[in-house]
T-cell receptor
Framework: GAVVSQHPSWVICKSGTSVKIECRSL??????MFWYRQFPKQSLMLMAT?????????EQGVEKDKFLINHASLTLSTLTVTSAHPEDSSFYIC?????????????FGPGTRLTVL | AQSVTQLGSHVSVSEGALVLLRCNYS??????LFWYVQYPNQGLQLLLK??????LVKGINGFEAEFKKSETSFHLTKPSAHMSDAAEYFC?????????????FGKGTRLSVIA
C-alpha cells in the first residue's frame, strides 16, 4: 500500500513552454503533499507544501508564480513549471502524507526528470 | 526546531563488510526518525522508522537502526554489504504531532560498495 505515482517520469521541453507534472496517491488519501527539487548528487530541496483545497505554502526563494501548485483533491496534486528555462532543468519529486496514523511518514513518488532546452 | 546531521557525505565499503551510516538529530521533543534510500533517478523509499517502543528497529533489505536518546543518534547499519546497497541514504526527523510540517532531511550519504 501507500503508493505515489508521478507523471510524466521524464519530459523534455523548449525554453518558454510550460510543463505540468502530476502526483497521485493511488491507494490512500493524502492530507498533505510536498514538492521537492533535487539537483545532481544533492539532497532534496523542499519547494512547497500543499493541502487539498488550500493554497500551497512556498518555501523562501521559490517563485510561486513560476511553480504553480494545485492540490485539487485528496489524491492529486500538480506542479506546473511556467515559462520554463534551462535553469529549471532538474529532478522533481512529490511526496504525500496520509496523516498521523502513519506516524508522519512521507511516501515518495518516483520523480520526474525535466530537461529544458 | 529540528535538524539532522549525517556524518560523511560519501561512505565506501567492500562487499560483505559492515555498513555504518551515521545520523545525529536535534529535537526539542521526542522525535520520530526515518531512514530513506534513493537509487539513481528514483524517488525515496522508506528503509525503516522509529516512533516509540523498542529502540532497535529493523527495516527492509537487512538494515537496522538504533535510537539512542542519550547520544541523539539514529545510526543505520547492515552486517554485510551487497552491491545492490549502493545508493544515497537520507536520515529524517519529525516531531510526533507535526501537522503539515514536512520531514527534516539530512544532506544524505552516498554509499559505494566495492567488489
Amino acid at each position: 500500500g501507500a503508493v505515489v505515482s508521478q507523471h510524466p517520469s521524464w519530459v523534455i521541453c523548449k525554453s518558454g513552454t510550460s510543463v505540468k507534472i502530476e502526483c497521485r496517491s493511488l491507494d490512500f488519501q493524502a492530507t498533505t503533499m510536498f514538492w521537492y527539487r533535487q539537483f545532481p548528487k544533492q539532497s532534496l530541496m523542499l519547494m512547497a507544501t500543499s493541502n487539498e483545497g488550500s493554497k500551497a505554502t512556498y518555501e523562501q526563494g521559490v517563485e510561486k508564480d513560476k511553480f504553480l501548485i494545485n492540490h485539487a483533491s485528496l489524491t492529486l496534486s500538480t506542479l506546473t513549471v511556467t515559462s520554463a528555462h534551462p535553469e529549471d532543468s532538474s529532478f522533481y519529486i512529490c511526496s504525500a502524507r496520509a496523516g498521523q496514523l502513519t506516524y508522519n511518514e512521507q511516501f515518495f513518488g518516483p520523480g520526474t526528470r525535466l530537461t529544458v532546452l | 526546531a529540528q535538524s539532522v546531521t549525517q556524518l560523511g557525505s560519501h561512505v565506501s565499503v567492500s562487499e560483505g563488510a559492515l555498513v555504518l551510516l551515521r545520523c545525529n538529530y536535534s529535537s526539542s521533543v521526542p522525535p520520530y526518525l526515518f531512514w530513506y534510500v534513493q537509487y539513481p533517478n528514483q524517488g525515496l523509499q522508506l528503509l525503516l522508522k522509529y516512533t516509540t517502543g523498542a529502540t532497535l528497529v529493523k527495516g527492509i533489505n537487512g538494515f537496522e537502526a538504533e535510537f539512542k536518546k542519550s547520544e541523539t543518534s539514529f545510526h543505520l547499519t547492515k552486517p554485510s554489504a551487497h552491491m545492490s546497497d549502493a545508493a544515497e541514504y537520507f536520515c529524517a526527523v519529525s516531531p510526533p504531532f507535526s501537522g503539515n510540517t514536512p520531514l527534516v532531511f539530512g544532506k544524505g550519504t552516498r554509499l559505494s560498495v566495492i567488489a
